[in-house]
């Protein structure tokens, strides 16, 4: 059997084209997401919410509502573009705009006192990417070192709070 050469060339195009498609990831369930986005401490509901808003605006984000009642915080993080490179440039200089990605990010925050009296945050965060042509696009961030050390700087929050009320309660 003879092949031709456009016949092999489909076939290794072919084959070449297979091996860059990837598989899309798989969406995590609500219990993987909350293994790592959910953390309960021992304080009280009042200084946890405080510490989670304090949280983010020492992580650059903009409060835009916050309501102690349902315990939601809602913020928005600066808008970032990436670096530049040799293309951007190209494009910048020829067809005159800015073809890089500007990101920013979304934060939520739920804080609820639990039936064991403990208090329970759960964060969530997703990048908003903004591109010149095309679609926004969004993606939530799925990163458990960083939800890991956002929980590390609550929790010195709250133990901050913790020590500076049983100090002032101790001076009265």
């Known amino acids: 059997m003879k092949l031709n050469s456009s016949t092999a060339l489909a076939v290794v195009l072919a084959c070449l084209l297979a091996g860059c498609a990837a598989t899309p990831p798989t969406a995590k369930s609500g219990v993987e997401l909350q293994a790592y986005q959910a953390r309960e401490f021992e304080t009280s509901k009042r200084a946890a919410f405080s510490a989670t808003m304090s949280v983010f605006q020492d992580l650059g984000f903009i409060i835009d509502d916050g309501d102690f009642d349902t315990g939601l915080i809602t913020a928005t993080g600066p808008m970032q573009r990436e670096q530049m490179d040799a293309g951007d440039l190209f494009a910048q ?68 709070r913790s020590a500076t009320t049983s100090t002032s309660r101790e001076s009265n």
Do not use: C, H, W
């Not at 997703?126 to 960083?146: C, K, L, R, T, Y």
């Open 93 to 160: 200089l020829f067809a005159g705009f800015d073809t890089r990605v500007a990101t920013q990010r979304r934060a939520t925050a739920f804080v609820e006192k639990m039936p064991s009296g403990l208090v329970r945050i759960r964060l969530n965060f997703v990048d908003n990417m903004a591109m010149v042509q095309g679609a926004p696009n969004s993606a939530a961030v799925e990163d458990p070192e960083f939800y890991q050390a956002t929980f590390e700087l609550i929790d010195k929050a709250i133990f901050v």
